[in-house]
Each structure stands twice: as structure tokens, then as C-alpha cells.
């Protein structure tokens, strides 16, 4: 099973808005679901929504909202903070009985700046798709130059 004939293809350096991107090492099928990109390929998907900046919420209080509504079954998290940015990522093993395989991995990953923030969900079918979607989640990348 390949990509969809029926979607466009992306690959490469990929830009999420004028403000953020992301570096896709292979290529993936594009669609807009429900408002956001989902970029796919067999055994992984990525949803992926774009915020802006939530009035005067600063970057960590971004970072304490973010956790207070994140699944108390997360696993892995990892908190990194550099240059004024935060990336926050955790794992989460799901179950779906309508889905193949039913069981999987979602890995969870935000990107936040003083601008906004990106959410970037992968769901992985097996382990090589997990570490394709952390070197991906680890690209997201914001393009302003901060004050």
C-alpha cells in the first residue's frame, strides 16, 4: 500500500503557514480535515493544527495550559526550552478496535512561541514509524525572528 492517488503529495521542506514549517523526510499524501492538515503515509499520520498567539498568555503559561488538558496516561514527556521557545512531546499507547493494527502509538508534540504554538499528533503503527514522527515532530520550526 502506497500514498493516495486521489491527494497531493508533499515532501521536503514543507510550510505549515507563512510562520512555520516542517521537514517531511520522504513523501507523504496532504488533505485539510476538520480544519487541520493531516499529512499521511502507510503506518503514519500526521494532524497537525497551527494557534496564534492566545492574548497576553506568555509561552509557559501556554506550556501549563497545554498540560492541565493532556491525557494523565501520557508517558515520556519531555520538556525542552531553548532561545524562548518551548517544545513539549509525551507518548500515549492507544487502543481502537475499528482501527488497524488497534493498537498504536501517538506521539504528541507542540512547538511554542511568543507568536502561537503548533500541535503536531502522529499515530504510529509500528517503531520505525515512531522514529520517523520524532525526527519530523523535531523539525517543526518557527520562521519569525524574535524581538
Known sequence: ????PN???????????????LELPG????????????????????????????GDRTTEDTLTWIQSGASPERTDEKVVRSSGSIRLT????????????SRYVSISGFVIEPSGHVQISAYCDDAAAERLAERVIASVRCLLVPD
Open 1 to 4: 500500500m502506497g500514498l493516495h
Open 7 to 21: 491527494f497531493p503529495v508533499v515532501q521536503g521542506a514543507y510550510r505549515l503557514t507563512r510562520d512555520w514549517e
Open 27 to 54: 513523501e507523504f499524501s496532504r488533505r485539510l480535515e476538520e480544519g487541520d492538515l493531516v499529512l499521511w503515509r502507510p503506518r503514519l499520520t500526521f494532524w497537525i493544527a497551527v494557534w496564534g498567539k492566545d
Open 90 to 101: 509525551y507518548r500515549l499507547h492507544e487502543e481502537d478496535p475499528d482501527r488497524i493494527p
